[in-house]
């Protein structure tokens, strides 16, 4: 393979990642702006609480370091069938415990315990699916088949579009329950597509069901660690909020972060390619030549800048006008979380990059 078509191969999948994160973001956002029109504030704020947040604590559990690791372009593919039986162990092991305990856990999230069962359902059936989706496209993003990584993620969340739309102006239902599950069930449909349209890859990739090593083991978790601060922090804060102030202002936060949400096109862009491209260099010229990876990162840091400056000005006017009056509260916390996200993206970068470094 020629430098040129090199070139062109980074800049080309990198563009095209963006494209379906944009895809991704704005089918996220448009189904919530859905739901948010056509539910109370407060079940809003429930819906976001059980099939987004809580779900999103427990990913760090079912997939660990397993999507960091599965990404690593030279060893990462042996341990595919080993992250799929973890997650799905894990996925198991925690729904039983909620199960379980259901009394406490929702109680310390102000969720209405008269609810519990249908919550419950809408909870697993997120949380399992989403984990070996995010198996399966570790898999995919560490063979450098970006291109399927890229479709595979925005899969669920324009499906969920979809159904919304389906289910609210074509068949008029417009009930919490009926919404809820319509909700939830987007990433088991997704999972679906995705096992029958790449059959035969993923189950090969099952057989060899091999314990990742000491070396590559390290590489995922200080990977995973680096990944840590920023979706961590704010997937807690919307737990202490819940548990604090109640389901409605979880609701604003969960709105806050929506409206700052193009500013993870950066982030997603920057991780998706700087650990497969830097763990299969054989040297740091990858920041020096045109189209390769510092040009890139430069670009995306440039776009961050600029979403950052748009959101500081516009901010209150946009939750006016995409979720309505009574929603505004969450405007006053979306630019101090947008100037916090410029920090973060250098920090991150610099940490993928070096932990991809070392040997």
């Known amino acids: 393979m020629t430098t040129s078509t090199m070139k062109r191969t980074i800049s080309f999948y990198t563009i095209f990642f963006l494209a379906c994160e944009v895809v991704m973001k704005l089918s996220g956002i448009l189904s919530k702006i859905i739901v948010a029109r056509c539910l109370t504030p407060y079940e809003y704020g429930l819906i976001t609480l059980i099939v987004i947040s809580i779900p999103a604590i427990f990913y760090y559990f079912t997939n660990f370091c397993l999507h960091d690791l599965l990404s690593h372009s030279k060893e990462g593919k042996k341990y595919f069938g080993f992250s799929v039986i973890y997650s799905l162990t894990t996925s198991i092991f925690i729904a039983v415990l909620i199960f379980l305990f259901y009394e406490r856990f929702f109680s310390f999230l102000n969720l209405p315990l008269g609810m519990w069962k249908i919550l419950f359902i809408a909870f697993f059936i997120t949380l399992l699916p989403t984990s070996i989706l995010n198996d399966i496209t570790g898999l995919f993003r560490g063979l450098k088949s970006y291109a399927d ?77 680096v990944g840590l601060f920023g979706g961590l922090s704010q997937t ?124």
């Not at 609701?251 to 920057?270: E, K, P, R």
């Not at 006016?320 to 916390?333: D, K, N, Q, S």
């Not at 610099?350 to 040997?359: K, M």
């Open 149 to 225: 990584t890229s479709v595979i993620a925005s899969l669920s969340p324009v499906l969920r579009l979809f159904s919304i739309l389906i289910a609210i102006y074509l068949l008029h239902i417009t009930n919490f329950t009926s919404i809820l599950i319509i909700f939830a069930s987007s990433s088991a449909i997704a999972l679906l597509v995705v096992l029958t349209r790449y059959s035969r890859l993923i189950f090969l990739s099952l057989r060899p069901l091999n314990c990742p090593s000491k070396k590559i083991f390290f590489f995922g978790t200080s990977v995973y660690i």
């Open 236 to 359: 807690l804060n919307k737990v202490v909020i819940s548990h604090d102030l109640g389901i409605v202002w979880q609701g604003y936060f969960d709105i806050s972060l929506t409206l700052v949400a193009i500013l993870y096109l950066a982030f997603a862009a920057m991780r998706f390619i700087s650990i497969p491209e830097a763990t299969s260099a054989e040297n740091r010229e990858i920041f020096f030549k045109d189209s390769e990876l510092g040009d890139v990162v430069r670009g995306l840091f440039a776009f961050l800048i600029f979403s950052v400056i748009l959101l500081y000005f516009y901010s209150t006017k946009l939750v006016e006008l995409l979720f309505g009056r009574e929603y505004i509260t969450a405007a006053e916390y979306a630019i101090i979380i947008a100037i916090g996200y410029i920090f973060l993206f250098i920090q991150q970068f610099l940490a993928y990059i070096n932990v991809s470094f070392q040997e």
